[in-house]
């Protein structure tokens, strides 16, 4: 195998070994695209350059004749002093990472052949304009000179000619930059650009590969998951030029808006430009519909071209080209990043167009995007303190506090502040800043542009391109239209789906996708596309999804959710403020006090239990028995303790308060969270099992009065053993023989929840006595890694997120290869033993969109979560049964 292949070569493009742009490029030119030609130096190279620090053996040879290919298509020759051929080095992961690693264009570039292409094409400034961009890309890709120092050079210039900027700058004011530019690099790295074409590309060439290690694109790796030892490839490719005056330009076009997923003419149009020009804001572009006034033919054959690759690719694409003298080239395309909404859409759409199927629609969307939808917005109604408009780059919506540049970002950032990142424009080192940020405010640059780009990626709300704006770095001010707008550390609120930057706190409103979710008629697109999805990851999935609630109002909106029942009702709320008293008084006092207690919580919970069950329409609802750690119920000790030596210092001690004192201490456990809590507080004190059963069932006879359906299950929390359940279930039938001769048999099933190691491994035991399992995926993993989320998650768990220890926490998403492997052992014991037994998921890991597609492959049930996320886990649900 070779490690080097032409544009031309037939077969399926191999991303891997080309790179996305090098396989994207190969396929434009097998579908008769305009490419420049070129040819791909492969990710493997690459590798062994990084790993061995040299290039492998007969590369140098696979380069020169792939090029000699490329100098017979294009008829120039690198080097040549009269028709030069110059080249675009160009970096590309199998993984898009746009703008991380860098590009280095023209060249090819020297004294001579500067002149040779002036001459060739009558144009000297372009020539010369050519060559001060190679030595400035050259400078800071290839010899590390600061990106700044260039721009000092380039303003001074301007400034010295009195032109208004670099664009009207002459050949002979380009020269000069030519000139100092090199000075800047000799000064800098001591050395220049070389005169030798063929070492300008071989240096060019490795510096693309080392752009692979460099800080951004690991941090950006970091942050979207990438692994660090893919490399990159480089293409190698002729270069064309926006740059040559009038009739050429370059530009950014996707297929639909990226940010909505309309369609129309979206991207941007530069005339009179090259490369990053239009990406880098630094120039603000025209929109694309501009094209059609500029330039008919190119429009009109790029809109050809829009429609061949979105046939093709069956999606969104983003799509870069340049005009050369009224000549349409296509640079690269790609499947273009877009916003939550825009992927909902634009997935909907395709379904309707006929483009793709239904199925495929689902995996192109994900619950993360979901999540992001059901973000509360802005609320427009109260829009008075409106400072800015700018563009809508990427939606959603944010309030923090101005922060203006990324160091500070990063600091405030991780002392908690929610920040709003506000800049001239962002480049890729700005890239630390935005990760930290909640929201993104640009004065220059379009949709296209970084900002917009990087932030739709990350789903974090954009606003690009306020005109006008003007940030102080030195006072940390920002002005508008030279008027004070606000100063670093002021909060504003930012909207993205509306371009709008308003002053102060902002209220919110809940997103139209959560209102349709609650219930609400909204017409629009969106929602019709959300709804679309939804309703066929319903008739895909195979997962049931029920909800964790606990209050009457919760349920309900639980199932205007699309719950299918309540997966975990927790009863300790219904245990705490001023009942948290009837517990005591069941632990601490004396039988008469005891019995007077427990008809008291018997009451209170009957009429909670009703209310949820009720509210549950007959969906199951499955009430877990008190869980607790005893702690939480009884006074705290420290303060009792205080209380009496008190009173006996003053000479007037307190019995009843000492005997109270001693008896919590009695009860004063070193680890309450291992302690008497769960099943244990149930075998110790049945009588509160037996309170609570007969809660339950009552509440379930009085809704069967009523006429109304329920569906009652009782769950067990914190067994370890069978025995144990067994005991309990003992007591509950005692509970319900009592509801029984009074008001009839109330049907119900009794669960076990599996939350530690022994219950898992024992689950087999376990389901002999137990009508169902529910899997307590927080406590078990915390248990399984014997560690305390709380503490965890404040101490050390940082650490080994940033050292890269742990890709993600445990807590947010399951440890397959642990927590995963137990929960497989528990559901192959529990189905041997009993076929048919019903597998619940109630942890928090069952609303994470990274941990449902592995609890569907261990084929449980149906997973239980916060109502918030029932619609997430009805889509991924959906997804993973795919
Ligand atoms: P990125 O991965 O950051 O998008 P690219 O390799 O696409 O980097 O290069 C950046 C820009 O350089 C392109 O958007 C395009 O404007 C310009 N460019 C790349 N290749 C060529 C070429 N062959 N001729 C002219 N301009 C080019
Ligand atoms: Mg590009
Ligand atoms: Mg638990």
């Known amino acids: 195998t070779s490690y080097v292949y032409s544009f031309g070569t037939p077969g399926t493009p191999d991303r891997d070994r080309l790179g996305g742009k090098g396989a994207e490029l190969a396929r434009m030119v097998q579908l008769g695209l305009p490419v420049p030609p070129g040819f791909t130096v492969t990710t493997a190279a690459c590798r062994q350059v990084l790993a061995q620090g040299v290039r492998p053996a007969g590369l140098a040879g696979d380069i020169d004749r792939h090029l000699a290919l490329v100098e017979d298509e294009t008829g120039r020759r690198l080097g040549d002093p009269e028709r030069p051929l110059l080249l675009a080095v160009r970096s590309g992961a199998a993984i898009s990472m746009p703008g991380m690693m860098d590009t280095v264009l023209d060249v090819g570039l020297n004294d001579e052949t500067v002149a040779g292409l002036a001459r060739s094409t009558g144009n000297e400034r372009f020539a010369w304009d050519c060559y001060r961009r190679l030595v400035q890309m050259f400078g800071e890709t290839v010899l590390g000179v600061p990106a700044e120092r260039f721009a000092g050079v380039l303003a001074d210039v301007v400034a010295e000619h009195g032109a208004a900027d670099a664009a009207a700058l002459d050949a002979a004011g380009l020269r000069v930059v030519v000139e100092r530019g090199n000075a800047l690099c000799e000064e800098i790295a001591g050395r220049t650009l070389p005169q030798d074409p063929r070492e300008q590309l071989d240096l060019a060439i490795d510096a693309v590969f080392a752009s692979w290690n460099g800080d951004r694109a690991r941090l950006y790796r970091r942050r979207f998951g990438i692994a660090d030892d893919l490399g990159t490839a480089v293409n190698v490719q002729a270069m064309v030029f926006g740059n040559r005056g009038p009739r050429s330009g370059t530009g950014v076009a996707f297929t639909r808006d990226p940010a909505t997923g309309d369609l129309g003419d979206y991207g941007e149009y530069l005339s009179d430009a090259q490369g990053e020009d239009v990406v880098s804001g630094a120039r603000t572009a025209v929109p694309l519909a501009r094209l059609r006034e500029l330039d008919l033919a190119s429009y009109r054959r790029l809109r050809s071209v829009m429609g061949t690759l979105e046939r093709h690719y069956r999606d969104l694409c983003d799509i870069e080209f340049t005009v050369e003298d009224g000549r349409l080239w296509i640079l690269q395309v790609r499947v273009g990043k877009r916003s939550p909404a825009a992927a909902f859409r634009i997935a909907a759409d395709l379904v309707e167009e006929g483009m793709i199927t239904e199925d495929e629609a689902l995996v192109r969307v994900t619950g993360e995007q979901l999540t992001q939808l059901m973000f509360p917005q802005l609320d427009a109604g109260s829009a008075g303190s409106e400072i800015a408009a700018g563009l809508a780059a990427s939606p959603g919506a944010a309030v923090g506090r101005v922060v203006l540049d990324s160091a500070t970002a990063v600091a405030l950032a991780a002392r908690g502040e929610d920040v709003v990142l506000v800049r001239p424009e962002t ?94 008629v909204v017409a629009s697109p969106l929602v019709a596309a959300v709804a679309r999805l939804l ?30 029942g309540v997966g975990l009702c927790r009863t300790e709320h219904m245990f705490l403020g001023e009942r948290r008293t009837y517990v005591e008084r069941v632990l601490l006092g004396s039988d008469a006090e005891r019995a007077e207690a427990l008809r008291g919580l018997t009451r209170l919970q009957r009429e909670s239990f009703a209310g949820v069950l009720d509210a549950a329409g007959g969906r199951p609802v499955t009430i877990r028995l008190l869980d607790a750690p005893l702690h939480e119920f009884l006074p705290d000790l420290t303060e009792l303790s205080v209380c009496s030596a008190l009173a006996r210092e003053r000479g007037r001690p307190d019995r009843a308060l000492e005997e109270r ?12 969270m291992t302690g008497l809590r769960g099943v244990r507080l149930s075998i110790v004190r049945p009588e509160l099992v037996v309170a609570q059963a007969v809660a339950a069932f009552e509440a379930a006879a009085d809704l069967r009065e009523r006429g109304r359906p329920f569906d009652l299950e009782l769950m067990v929390p914190m067994v370890s053993s069978a025995e144990e359940i067994a005991e309990v279930a003992r007591s509950v039938g005692e509970a319900a023989d009592q509801v029984a001769a009074r008001r009839g048999r109330v049907p119900y099933r009794l669960g076990a929840m599996v939350e530690t190691p022994r219950a898992a491994v024992t689950a087999a035991r376990i389901v002999t006595h137990a009508d169902f399992l529910s899997f307590g995926t927080n406590d078990l993993t915390q248990l399984t890694w014997g560690l305390s989320r709380d503490d965890a998650e404040r101490s050390f768990l940082p650490r080994y997120l940033e050292t890269g220890l742990l890709r993600t926490s445990p807590f947010a998403s399951i440890d397959e290869d642990g927590v995963g492997r137990l929960l497989a052992v528990a559901v192959d014991g529990a189905r041997g033993a009993r076929d048919a037994v019903p597998i619940g998921v109630c942890g928090e890991h069952a609303g994470d969109p990274a941990s449902i597609g592995f609890l569907a492959r261990l084929g449980v049930d149906y997973l239980s979560c916060s109502p918030f996320r029932v619609p997430i886990a009805r889509l991924e649900a959906g997804r993973a049964a795919l």
């Open 427 to 520: 480049r890729a080192d700005d890239l630390p800043g935005m990760v930290a940020a909640c929201a993104v405010v640009t004065a220059r640059g379009g949709r296209t542009s970084h900002a917009a780009v990087v932030a739709r990626g990350m789903g974090l709300p954009a606003v690009c391109g306020v005109d006008g704006l003007e940030i102080d770095l030195a006072t940390r001010q920002v002005a508008l239209a030279g008027e004070r707008l606000f100063a670093e550390g002021d909060v504003v609120s930012v909207d993205g789906g509306t371009g709008r930057v308003y002053r102060g706190r902002h209220r919110t409103v809940p997103s139209e996708v959560t209102r349709w979710l609650e219930g609400e």
């Open 535 to 564: 309703a066929h990851a319903d008739r895909t999935r195979r997962l049931g999804v029920r909800a964790n609630a606990e209050t009457a109002p919760d349920v309900a909106r639980a199932v205007r959710f699309g719950a299918e």
């Open 661 to 672: 004192t001693a008896a919590v201490r009695r009860h004063h456990e070193q680890n309450p």
